[in-house]
């Protein structure tokens, strides 16, 4: 199972990142679990000066945009 953690604040992009992960992954029928990082601490650890951002299994692939489901399908198979 895929860990797919969404971090940011819960600004509209952060929804939107959400929205086009989970649809990525459905699309790749994988089985995942969204986690929504909102703490700012939490993000810091993870590096992350930029929201949104995406992390697969605790590793981060995109900070500060909202790729398409498309691209998402890329960094998360």
């Known amino acids: 199972m895929k860990k797919l953690q ?3 604040t819960g600004c509209p992009k952060c929804k939107k990142l ?14 995942f679990e969204i986690e929504k990082v909102t703490d700012i601490d939490k ?3 993870f590096g992350v000066m930029m929201t949104p ?3 697969v299994d605790g590793v981060v692939k995109v900070v ?3 790729p398409t489901p498309q691209e998402i399908k890329g960094l998360i198979q």
Request: hydrophobic share 50%.
């Open 43 to 45: 993000i810091l650890e």
């Open 64 to 66: 500060g945009k909202v």
């Open 18 to 31: 959400t929205e086009a992960t989970e649809q990525a992954a459905r699309e790749l029928g994988i089985e």
């Open 6 to 8: 969404i971090l940011g």
């Open 53 to 55: 951002a995406l992390a």
